[in-house]
């Protein structure tokens, strides 16, 4: 049967598991793979697995659980292993870059932040500081036929929009990277204009969430800064 896969963790890593469940319906039984220098905690895979709240539930607990107890590379929902030996034969291929990101991730959490400004504010501003917006605005206005004049507004709107969050982003991680130990930056999503993990040590995390308040403080009411975490450290894995 297929094994799924929760986290690695070194060999002597505490495992309280204790009143966790696995995946699925009924939920599966978790235990340890192990070699002499790792652990995986894994479960069986049940046939119709889904990314169902259930499941994630199961899943983060376990991963929260083992994190409490020390260093654990946690492993994305749904990775499943051919069985308990080939997961045992990954974990004696690859063990000194298992060992040596867990040696990293000891002591660290994951924090994710997401940042947005409200667009009316941002649109404002672009029309105050770009002549060139404010002449292809008046023209189009006093001509609504003028369809290149449009397209050709829309393209600079654009542009400064893009020029403008860039900088902001590039501002922000000036000045929050120094309280972190690493950071990864991902993709915007549709609403937010940054979108960075940071890895940050468990006991100046209070700093970090301060050094993230400070500066939304700083930016006002027009930008909305999102702090997800701690985490587990998926990021930086």
């Known amino acids: 049967m297929p094994t799924y896969v929760y986290a690695i963790t070194a060999a002597d890593h505490p495992l309280r598991l204790d009143g966790l469940n696995?995946?699925?319906?009924?939920?599966?039984?978790?235990?340890?793979?192990?070699?002499?220098?790792?652990?995986?905690v894994v479960s069986d895979t049940p046939p119709d697995l889904r990314a169902k709240r259930r499941d994630l539930v199961a899943h983060q607990s376990v991963l929260e659980r083992l994190m409490t107890d020390g260093a654990a590379l946690p492993m994305r929902f749904g990775l499943v292993g051919p069985d308990d030996d080939q997961v045992r034969t990954a974990l004696?291929?690859?063990?000194?870059s298992y060992t040596a990101r867990l040696t990293e991730l000891d002591g660290r959490l994951e924090y994710n932040l997401?940042?947005?400004?409200?667009?009316?504010s941002l649109l404002r501003e672009i029309l105050a500081e770009s002549e060139e917006v404010r002449r292809l605005s008046e023209y189009t206005r006093q001509n609504p036929a003028a369809q290149d004049e449009k397209m050709a507004l829309g393209e600079l709107v654009s542009r400064e929009i893009q020029v403008r969050h860039d900088a902001v982003a590039g501002e922000l991680l000036d000045a929050l990277?120094?309280?972190?130990e690493r950071d990864s930056r991902a993709d915007p999503t549709k609403a937010h204009?940054?979108?960075v993990s940071f890895l940050v040590k468990r006991d100046e995390a209070a700093a970090f969430s301060q050094a993230v308040?400070?500066?939304?403080?700083?930016?006002?009411?027009?930008y909305e800064f999102t702090l997800n975490g701690p985490l587990p450290p998926y990021s930086f894995v």
Do not use: M, Y
């Open 177 to 180: 990277t120094p309280s972190a």
């Open 193 to 195: 204009f940054l979108n």
């Open 92 to 96: 004696e291929e690859d063990r000194e």
């Open 22 to 40: 696995g995946v699925g319906d009924p939920p599966s039984a978790l235990r340890t793979v192990k070699t002499k220098a790792l652990g995986a």
């Open 213 to 222: 308040h400070e500066e939304a403080e700083r930016r006002g009411d027009d």
């Open 114 to 120: 997401k940042v947005s400004r409200e667009e009316q």
